[in-house]
């Protein structure tokens, strides 16, 4: 079963009421909103193709979840297939709240270089007298040399903790960010510092610890007053336990439920909930340096450490943004992140030079987001 819908335009009125009216002079009126979106025009045959091609997806059961396009603000399609909860018969919409997995990090680093801006930290700093004592007793001397920058270009050669034997046997556990950092705080470096590229989603998890140390407020907290609300990101969070309804439960494969997952052990490294609305909207305030200056912009979109051989992440990206990887589609700019975790699969991508974003989540594993992401990407510049 799919769902396919089409954008509306936001309208708002006003009603009658007693009393004296406010002359038209002192009215206030509202700015244009930069990131609102509109249905592409009738008949618009990009839009229909990429309907065609999911519904194809989803018909061959090669598609379970939610995408949307969105090219100048205009919504080219709005889709969703399958089920968000098989057991109790509820569809996926435009509208469900999927868990964002590694996507996450596009809102950790970004938080982390507001911070900056507002003159609360520098990512030349030394991440350990962030962590000493609220976070660790006391940071290992492998750690000293380590900044703020490295831990979010991933360079700093911390290991990642879902490379652990204990990181999925304890995913639906609560538990603390204090606690997280005890499993990995020993282990020794991959390698020294600034010297190579690994993927490490510890670095994100003290990225996050930094966050609220400076900040003084829970990580949720920050991402809402610093990003999901200033952007009207409504259906966008993070939660230490469970989304809110409706969310889409995980599957490891069709038919197969993955076990749950508790939002506290993803931590700031993937434990941000969205919709595929919201992520559009949150790629496009990137395009209007809504999100932040365009200094910082730029910044969190160029190049900042170059992926080994081969890519990052398995990708044919060249480098690690902030949050990002930076690759190139058809000759145009291609900056996006995947996200894998237990249950769910996600792809968000842009193309800031063209303004075209494209989100595609899924609560199946073994969906191929990316490259469903990069084929709509693809058709977006085509048409």
């Known amino acids: 079963m799919c769902a396919v819908l089409t954008a509306g335009v936001a309208c708002s009125g006003s009603g009658g009421g007693g009393g004296t009216a406010t002359p038209p ?27 065609s091609y999911l519904q194809g997806l989803a018909a061959d059961k090669k598609f379970t979840g939610a995408a949307i396009v969105v090219r100048h603000g205009q919504v080219l399609t709005r889709f969703a297939a399958g089920k968000a909860d098989a057991a109790k018969n509820v569809p996926n919409r435009p509208d469900t709240i999927f868990r964002l997995a590694s996507v996450s990090k596009q809102f950790t680093a970004m938080l982390v270089l507001k911070q900056r801006d507002q003159g609360h930290l520098r990512l030349s700093d030394k991440i350990c007298p962030y962590l000493v004592p609220t976070y660790v007793k006391s940071c290992p001397k492998a750690w000293g040399a380590i900044t703020i920058k490295e831990i979010l270009d991933h360079t700093s050669g911390i290991p990642d903790i879902s490379e652990m034997p204990d990181f999925f046997p304890k995913l639906s556990k609560p538990t603390n960010t204090q606690e997280i950092i005890q499993r990995f705080v020993n282990k020794p470096l991959d390698f020294k510092p600034g010297t190579n590229w690994k993927y490490s989603n510890s670095g994100y998890i003290l990225a996050g610890a930094i966050v609220e140390k400076v900040a003084k407020k829970p990580f949720g907290t920050v991402l809402h007053d610093d990003i999901a609300g200033p952007l009207g990101l409504g259906r966008t969070g993070y939660t230490n ?4 309804s409706p969310y889409a439960k995980g599957y490891l494969k069709p038919g197969t439920p993955a076990p749950p997952i508790n939002g506290s ?46 890519g990052c992440l398995d990708s044919p990206s060249s480098a690690y943004g902030f949050g990002w990887l930076i690759d190139k589609l058809k000759g145009h700019r291609y900056v996006y992140h995947p996200g894998l975790l237990q249950g769910y699969h996600t792809s968000n991508g842009y193309l800031p030079d063209d303004d075209i974003a494209v989100v595609v989540l899924s609560n199946v594993q073994t969906t191929d987001v990316n490259g469903i992401n990069r084929h709509l990407a693809t058709m977006a510049l085509s048409g």
Not at 26 to 49: E, M, N, Q, V, Y
Not at 241 to 244: K, N, Q, S, T
């Open 25 to 51: 002079a002192a009215r206030r009126a509202h700015p244009p909103d930069p990131l609102a979106t509109s249905p592409a025009p009738p008949g618009d045959k990009t839009g229909a193709a990429m309907t």
């Open 241 to 244: 336990g469970y989304p809110p």
């Open 265 to 310: 052990q993803a931590n700031a490294a993937g434990g941000v909930y969205s919709t595929v609305d919201d992520l559009s909207r949150w790629d496009r305030a990137f395009g209007t340096a809504k999100v932040a200056p365009a200094s910082t912009v730029k910044e969190a979109l160029s190049p900042q450490a170059p992926c080994p051989s081969g």
